[in-house]
Protein backbone atom coordinates (compact mmCIF):
# COMPACT_ATOMS: atom_id res chain seq x y z
CA UNK A 1 0.00 0.00 0.00
CA UNK A 2 1.05 3.43 -0.73
CA UNK A 3 2.78 5.45 2.14
CA UNK A 4 3.08 9.09 3.29
CA UNK A 5 5.80 10.06 5.69
CA UNK A 6 6.13 13.40 7.37
CA UNK A 7 8.46 14.60 9.90
CA UNK A 8 7.03 13.99 13.33
CA UNK A 9 7.90 17.32 14.53
CA UNK A 10 8.30 20.99 13.47
CA UNK A 11 9.46 23.92 15.59
CA UNK A 12 9.14 27.86 13.98
CA UNK A 13 10.00 30.67 15.64
CA UNK A 14 7.01 33.15 14.94
CA UNK A 15 7.22 35.28 12.09
CA UNK A 16 9.47 32.46 10.61
CA UNK A 17 8.42 29.81 7.72
CA UNK A 18 7.49 26.87 8.74
CA UNK A 19 8.00 24.11 6.12
CA UNK A 20 6.43 20.65 6.51
CA UNK A 21 7.22 17.72 4.25
CA UNK A 22 5.39 15.00 2.73
CA UNK A 23 7.32 12.10 0.99
CA UNK A 24 5.75 9.10 -1.17
CA UNK A 25 6.94 7.13 -4.48
CA UNK A 26 6.32 9.66 -7.30
CA UNK A 27 3.40 11.61 -5.31
CA UNK A 28 4.79 14.57 -7.84
CA UNK A 29 2.43 12.72 -10.10
CA UNK A 30 -1.04 12.91 -8.37
CA UNK A 31 -2.77 15.61 -6.02
CA UNK A 32 -1.74 16.41 -2.48
CA UNK A 33 -4.30 17.77 0.16
CA UNK A 34 -3.18 19.31 3.50
CA UNK A 35 -5.46 19.48 6.90
CA UNK A 36 -4.60 21.34 9.75
CA UNK A 37 -6.38 19.58 12.99
CA UNK A 38 -5.74 21.66 16.56
CA UNK A 39 -6.15 19.42 19.61
CA UNK A 40 -9.78 18.76 20.38
CA UNK A 41 -11.08 19.63 17.12
CA UNK A 42 -11.69 18.08 13.23
CA UNK A 43 -9.33 18.39 11.03
CA UNK A 44 -9.47 21.50 8.41
CA UNK A 45 -8.81 21.81 5.07
CA UNK A 46 -6.18 24.21 4.62
CA UNK A 47 -4.57 23.12 0.65
CA UNK A 48 -6.07 21.31 -2.05
CA UNK A 49 -5.00 20.06 -5.29
CA UNK A 50 -1.31 20.83 -3.97
CA UNK A 51 -1.64 24.27 -4.10
CA UNK A 52 -5.26 25.56 -3.97
CA UNK A 53 -6.46 27.24 -0.88
CA UNK A 54 -10.22 27.33 0.59
CA UNK A 55 -11.70 30.83 0.69
CA UNK A 56 -11.02 31.20 4.16
CA UNK A 57 -7.62 29.99 4.47
CA UNK A 58 -4.98 32.53 4.30
CA UNK A 59 -2.75 32.98 1.84
CA UNK A 60 0.18 32.25 4.30
CA UNK A 61 -0.48 28.91 3.74
CA UNK A 62 0.88 27.34 0.34
CA UNK A 63 1.80 24.22 -1.26
CA UNK A 64 3.72 22.54 -3.48
CA UNK A 65 4.42 19.17 -5.26
CA UNK A 66 7.01 18.04 -7.22
CA UNK A 67 9.25 14.22 -7.59
CA UNK A 68 9.10 12.52 -4.32
CA UNK A 69 7.95 15.37 -1.98
CA UNK A 70 4.84 17.69 -1.82
CA UNK A 71 5.60 20.44 0.95
CA UNK A 72 3.02 22.39 3.25
CA UNK A 73 4.85 25.97 3.62
CA UNK A 74 3.31 28.61 5.93
CA UNK A 75 4.63 31.80 6.23
CA UNK A 76 4.53 34.33 8.86
CA UNK A 77 4.13 31.67 11.65
CA UNK A 78 1.36 32.66 14.20
CA UNK A 79 1.08 31.21 17.66
CA UNK A 80 -2.64 30.18 16.36
CA UNK A 81 -0.48 28.00 13.30
CA UNK A 82 0.56 25.57 16.07
CA UNK A 83 -1.29 21.66 15.18
CA UNK A 84 -1.25 18.82 13.85
CA UNK A 85 -0.97 18.80 10.14
CA UNK A 86 -1.96 15.85 7.64
CA UNK A 87 -1.09 15.36 4.14
CA UNK A 88 -3.68 13.18 1.98
CA UNK A 89 -3.68 11.62 -1.52
CA UNK A 90 -5.93 9.59 -3.38
CA UNK A 91 -4.77 6.43 -4.16
CA UNK A 92 -5.93 4.97 -7.59
CA UNK A 93 -3.96 2.22 -7.75
CA UNK A 94 -5.64 0.16 -5.22
CA UNK A 95 -9.51 0.33 -5.64
CA UNK A 96 -10.23 3.39 -4.51
CA UNK A 97 -8.28 4.66 -1.33
CA UNK A 98 -7.12 7.77 0.25
CA UNK A 99 -4.24 7.67 2.29
CA UNK A 100 -2.82 9.96 5.00
CA UNK A 101 0.27 11.18 6.28
CA UNK A 102 1.63 10.23 9.25
CA UNK A 103 1.47 13.84 10.66
CA UNK A 104 3.34 16.55 11.73
CA UNK A 105 3.21 18.53 15.26
CA UNK A 106 4.22 21.94 14.49
CA UNK A 107 5.31 24.05 17.56
CA UNK A 108 5.52 27.84 17.69
CA UNK A 109 8.58 28.55 19.50
CA UNK B 1 -23.23 26.92 6.14
CA UNK B 2 -22.40 23.77 5.73
CA UNK B 3 -22.66 21.41 9.20
CA UNK B 4 -22.05 17.88 9.85
CA UNK B 5 -23.31 16.41 12.86
CA UNK B 6 -22.42 13.15 14.28
CA UNK B 7 -24.27 10.76 16.80
CA UNK B 8 -24.23 6.98 18.45
CA UNK B 9 -20.83 6.18 19.61
CA UNK B 10 -20.33 4.62 22.93
CA UNK B 11 -18.95 1.49 24.89
CA UNK B 12 -19.58 -1.06 23.12
CA UNK B 13 -17.85 -5.04 24.21
CA UNK B 14 -16.08 -6.56 21.40
CA UNK B 15 -17.52 -8.72 19.26
CA UNK B 16 -20.49 -5.94 19.86
CA UNK B 17 -22.41 -3.60 17.04
CA UNK B 18 -23.44 0.04 16.77
CA UNK B 19 -24.75 2.79 14.38
CA UNK B 20 -23.12 5.63 13.80
CA UNK B 21 -25.40 8.86 12.12
CA UNK B 22 -23.90 11.88 10.70
CA UNK B 23 -26.57 14.81 10.02
CA UNK B 24 -26.35 17.07 6.96
CA UNK B 25 -27.44 20.59 6.36
CA UNK B 26 -26.52 23.49 4.75
CA UNK B 27 -25.30 21.81 1.52
CA UNK B 28 -27.22 19.54 -1.32
CA UNK B 29 -26.24 16.25 0.40
CA UNK B 30 -27.38 13.97 -2.50
CA UNK B 31 -24.67 15.82 -4.81
CA UNK B 32 -21.65 14.82 -2.28
CA UNK B 33 -19.74 11.97 -1.79
CA UNK B 34 -19.54 11.16 1.76
CA UNK B 35 -16.75 9.64 3.98
CA UNK B 36 -16.54 8.33 7.60
CA UNK B 37 -12.85 8.71 8.67
CA UNK B 38 -11.53 7.59 12.29
CA UNK B 39 -8.94 8.68 14.54
CA UNK B 40 -7.33 6.24 17.04
CA UNK B 41 -6.32 8.21 20.58
CA UNK B 42 -3.07 9.83 20.15
CA UNK B 43 -2.73 8.55 16.96
CA UNK B 44 -3.12 10.05 13.18
CA UNK B 45 -5.80 10.09 10.76
CA UNK B 46 -7.52 6.84 8.72
CA UNK B 47 -9.89 6.41 6.22
CA UNK B 48 -12.46 4.08 6.89
CA UNK B 49 -15.32 4.11 4.06
CA UNK B 50 -17.36 6.79 1.32
CA UNK B 51 -20.22 6.52 -0.05
CA UNK B 52 -21.41 7.87 -3.68
CA UNK B 53 -23.89 10.73 -3.55
CA UNK B 54 -26.82 8.12 -4.69
CA UNK B 55 -25.38 5.47 -2.60
CA UNK B 56 -25.02 3.20 -5.38
CA UNK B 57 -20.96 2.97 -4.92
CA UNK B 58 -19.00 2.23 -1.84
CA UNK B 59 -15.62 1.95 -0.68
CA UNK B 60 -13.97 0.44 2.42
CA UNK B 61 -10.42 0.20 3.78
CA UNK B 62 -9.12 -3.17 4.19
CA UNK B 63 -8.98 -3.08 8.49
CA UNK B 64 -13.01 -2.75 8.27
CA UNK B 65 -14.45 -4.52 4.86
CA UNK B 66 -16.54 -7.24 5.79
CA UNK B 67 -17.39 -5.31 8.96
CA UNK B 68 -18.32 -2.00 8.35
CA UNK B 69 -21.80 -1.07 5.98
CA UNK B 70 -21.81 2.49 4.93
CA UNK B 71 -25.29 3.88 4.04
CA UNK B 72 -27.21 7.14 3.14
CA UNK B 73 -30.81 8.30 3.48
CA UNK B 74 -30.63 11.19 1.43
CA UNK B 75 -34.51 12.03 1.62
CA UNK B 76 -33.12 12.58 5.39
CA UNK B 77 -29.85 14.17 4.71
CA UNK B 78 -27.85 11.16 6.84
CA UNK B 79 -25.08 9.16 6.31
CA UNK B 80 -24.82 6.17 8.50
CA UNK B 81 -22.02 3.92 9.50
CA UNK B 82 -22.91 0.49 10.75
CA UNK B 83 -20.11 -2.02 12.88
CA UNK B 84 -20.26 -4.90 13.91
CA UNK B 85 -17.56 -7.62 14.87
CA UNK B 86 -16.18 -4.36 16.83
CA UNK B 87 -12.45 -5.16 17.91
CA UNK B 88 -10.23 -3.73 20.48
CA UNK B 89 -8.37 -1.62 17.45
CA UNK B 90 -11.73 0.23 16.46
CA UNK B 91 -11.66 2.40 19.18
CA UNK B 92 -11.28 5.84 17.91
CA UNK B 93 -13.29 9.14 17.26
CA UNK B 94 -15.45 8.95 13.62
CA UNK B 95 -15.70 11.86 11.64
CA UNK B 96 -17.79 11.78 8.64
CA UNK B 97 -16.59 14.46 6.21
CA UNK B 98 -17.52 15.83 2.26
CA UNK B 99 -15.67 14.80 -0.08
CA UNK B 100 -14.93 16.94 -2.69
CA UNK B 101 -12.85 17.45 -6.08
CA UNK B 102 -13.77 15.55 -9.60
CA UNK B 103 -12.39 12.22 -8.04
CA UNK B 104 -13.74 13.21 -4.58
CA UNK B 105 -10.57 12.71 -3.60
CA UNK B 106 -10.30 15.15 -0.47
CA UNK B 107 -12.39 15.88 2.24
CA UNK B 108 -13.58 19.68 2.65
CA UNK B 109 -15.98 19.95 5.57
CA UNK B 110 -15.86 17.70 8.31
CA UNK B 111 -18.53 16.60 11.82
CA UNK B 112 -16.89 17.17 15.15
CA UNK B 113 -16.86 13.47 15.31
CA UNK B 114 -18.32 10.78 17.68
CA UNK B 115 -16.21 8.32 19.75
CA UNK B 116 -16.56 4.93 19.99
CA UNK B 117 -14.93 2.76 22.49
CA UNK B 118 -14.62 -1.25 21.91
CA UNK B 119 -13.37 -2.69 25.30
Known amino acids: SYVLTQPPSVSVAPGQTASITCEGNNIGLTSVHWYQQKPGQAPVLVVY???DRPSEIPARFSGSNSGNTATLTISRVEAGDEADYYCQVWDSSSDHRYVFGTGSKVTVL | EVRLLESGGGLVQPGGSLRLSCAGSGFMFSTYSMAWVRQAPGKGLEWVSL????????FYADSVKGRFTVSRDNSDNTLYLQMSSLRVEDTAIYYC?????????????WGQGTLVTVS
Open chain 2, 51 to 58: ISGSGGHT
Open chain 1, 49 to 51: DDS
Open chain 2, 97 to 109: ATAKGPLSDYFDF
